[in-house]
């Protein structure tokens, strides 16, 4: 594809792109404020959104919690739409996790002190109490609700407490949940809860669910209200899509051509099912990285997928133990031009990514991770380097499906590692974390795979750390 194609493409995605988010904005979300913050509160500071309404009377206040691992963005789906009917909807960034500082807390009277702290800073809050919260949010709604004589609770993805004494409440549940199993549930058991099932979701889609945000806010307002969850959902995956293809085609003029004939002509074709294979079998070392890179970072997510990332290196170190002497004319084509275009390519990755992924979790790096983010940036280097240095050869595709097929199979037996030795709803957490990470990783190993085709892997290793780094560090709950 000649670049003048390219670029009429790339007006087009971007074109579409803005419309979206203007349609977004000014349909979507209208009548809304949407306020970030910050407030302290014994010993830590605490990041918070509000989408409070300004065409609505006032009804109540609806606080949400997020669950492990999670950030307010995860409840602003739910909270939007509470708004939308009245309420000041409120959520905050629990300790250690998304833009707040501290570490990841389960006591119940810091919970308290922090829910009051959060609640004090928000303008215009007033009238009946709704909580809702989700996975570790659900248990720290149930353990406040109980002391703030809450209205009503909504409890998602978790197990509910017969302990519970506020009086109206509804438990969501996901059929295909990797964590709380559907059939481990004492539905029969369980005294004075609505129960509403959602067959197809698992323990993080419920939350971007249309029919269960649909289901929520029916319930909390009294009656069967329309809301605007499927058009903002379909929007939102729609703009996530156009910013990942944005991401992908806009730097394509600025980095020549496909080189794969090129490369194929001066240098022997790489293994390419070997790898796979190689990957997986050194996959379990993953585990034993895991659990001493969580000692160094306290960030248990950015720790297991750099376990993948280093045992996988030194499965490729194995695989091509007679050709190291590769390295050194590798690190040969370092120079200020590279340098330049990988932190260039990292800089636009990440707000291309952050536009993908942000109205789903926090991606926002925070003052109180930059320790973190630097450490995880340190650790990528590596074996970031050695994937590259020995990226398999040929046109895109290939080298695209052979890095993709590589990273599956080793983060598909790390995980099978982690369920024997831990197991557990540990376990089906680290399930999700697998799925997330070649969701996020299928975009950047595809420009991986575009620059490496064009024989500059070189920017690959500036880039791609700092992206990670970024990201992770962001995403990751600090223990």
């Known amino acids: 594809m000649t670049n003048k194609k390219l670029t009429i493409i790339s007006i087009i995605l971007i074109l579409l792109f803005l419309s979206l988010s203007l349609y977004n904005s000014g349909v979507l979300i209208h009548g809304i404020k949407v306020e970030e913050g910050y407030v302290s509160s014994q010993g830590a500071t605490l990041r918070y959104l509000a989408w409070i309404p300004e065409e609505t009377p006032v009804k109540g206040t609806a606080v949400l919690f997020h669950g492990y691992g999670g950030s307010s963005e995860m409840m602003s789906w739910i909270g939007v739409e509470l708004a939308r009917q009245g309420y000041v909807a409120v959520a905050f960034d629990s300790r250690g996790h998304g833009k707040s500082s501290s570490t990841v807390s389960y006591n119940v009277s810091i919970l308290l002190r922090d829910y009051y702290s959060v609640v004090g800073a928000v303008d215009r809050v007033t009238g009946e109490v709704v909580l809702a919260g989700h996975s570790m949010g659900g248990r720290a709604v149930q353990e406040v609700g109980s002391r703030i004589n809450a209205s009503r609770v909504i409890v998602i993805a978790s197990s509910p407490l017969n302990t519970t004494s506020v009086e109206k409440k509804l438990l969501v549940l996901a059929m295909q949940d990797e964590i709380f199993t559907f059939s481990n549930i004492p539905i029969n058991r369980l005294n004075g809860w609505e129960i509403y099932v959602s067959p197809t979701d698992d323990h993080l889609t419920i939350l971007y669910n249309p029919a269960v945000v649909d289901k ?186 052979v890095r993709l097929a ?33 969701v996020l990783l299928i975009p950047l190993d595809l420009l991986a795979s575009v620059i490496a085709s064009r024989k500059i892997e070189q920017a690959n290793v500036v880039w791609l750390p700092i992206l990670l780094s970024i990201l992770l560090g962001s995403v990751t709950p600090v223990t």
Not at 334 to 361: C, D
Not at 364 to 381: A, D, G, N
């Open 406 to 438: 590589s990273k599956a199979a080793c983060f598909a037996v790390a995980w099978l590692v982690l369920k024997i030795a831990i197991g557990g709803g540990f376990a089906g957490y680290f399930l999700i974390v697998v799925f997330m990470s070649l």
């Open 216 to 401: 929520i806010v029916s319930w909390t307002v009294g009656k069967a209200t329309y809301t605007y969850a499927w058009p903002r959902l379909i929007v939102t995956l729609l703009l996530s899509v156009l910013a990942v293809l944005l991401m992908i085609i806009v730097p394509l003029p600025f980095i020549g051509t496909d080189a794969a004939s090129y490369r194929e002509a001066k240098t022997a074709p790489r293994l390419t099912w070997e790898n796979i294979a190689v990957s997986a079998l050194v996959a379990p070392l993953a585990f034993l990285f895991f659990n001493a890179f969580t000692g160094i970072t306290r960030a248990p997510i950015g720790s297991f997928i750099l376990g993948v990332f280093y045992s996988q290196a030194l499965g490729i170190l194995f695989l091509y133990r007679r050709q190291l002497s590769q390295i050194k004319p590798f690190i040969a084509k370092f120079s200020p031009a590279v340098l330049l275009s990988g932190i260039t390519l990292a800089v636009y990755s990440y707000l291309m990514m952050h536009s993908a992924l942000q109205p789903f979790l926090n991606v926002e790096p925070s003052i109180y991770r930059l320790v973190i983010l630097l450490v995880l940036y340190v650790l990528f280097l590596p074996p970031v380097f050695v994937l590259e240095a020995f990226s398999p050869r040929g046109g895109t595709s290939k080298v695209f499906l």
